[in-house]
């Protein structure tokens, strides 16, 4: 089970409409070991693309030195769907490379500012995509 706090579920949701009608990607670290999501890292789609996105790579880079620095590791790797389900694509399951991170889509295929959207969680390991529950919690105990 992935549990969040609502601030951070709101940081991705934003970001996911905001860069509508291009996918949005981005990440959220937490203490290495942790499993606790907690620093809000939202990333350039360097394709700027409706339907698909890529991390840049100087940025990526920049990423993982600074998690390294700060005792940190991706606890989420976001990123949004624009015209279908939140539910990961063949490439998402390609590019899924962080057997511990869960992997959060956010669909905004019936997009406004204030409508419906989809927010799922999925653990992605050697290609076996499996789908998990959402806690969205006010502060961590």
């Not at 620093?39 to 698909?52: E, G, Y």
């Not at 996105?53 to 790797?77: C, G, H, M, Q, T």
């Amino acid at each position: 089970m992935l549990t969040i706090t609502r601030a951070l579920f709101d940081q991705i949701v934003d970001h996911a409409r905001a860069d509508h009608p291009d996918e949005a990607c981005g990440v959220v670290a937490g203490p290495e070991g942790s499993g606790r999501p907690e620093r809000f890292i939202p990333m350039l789609n360097a394709a700027r693309s409706p339907t698909f996105y890529e991390f840049d790579s100087a940025d990526l880079l920049k990423l993982y030195r600074e998690l390294d620095d700060n005792d940190e590791e991706p606890v989420i790797i976001y990123h949004s769907h624009t015209a279908t389900e939140a539910y990961p694509s063949r490439t998402d399951v390609t590019y899924a490379n962080e057997p511990g991170a869960h992997y959060v889509l956010v669909s905004t295929a019936d997009h406004d500012d204030a409508g419906p959207f989809q927010f799922r969680s999925y653990r992605i390991v050697d290609g076996v995509i499996t789908e998990e529950d959402v806690k969205v919690v006010e502060e961590y105990q």
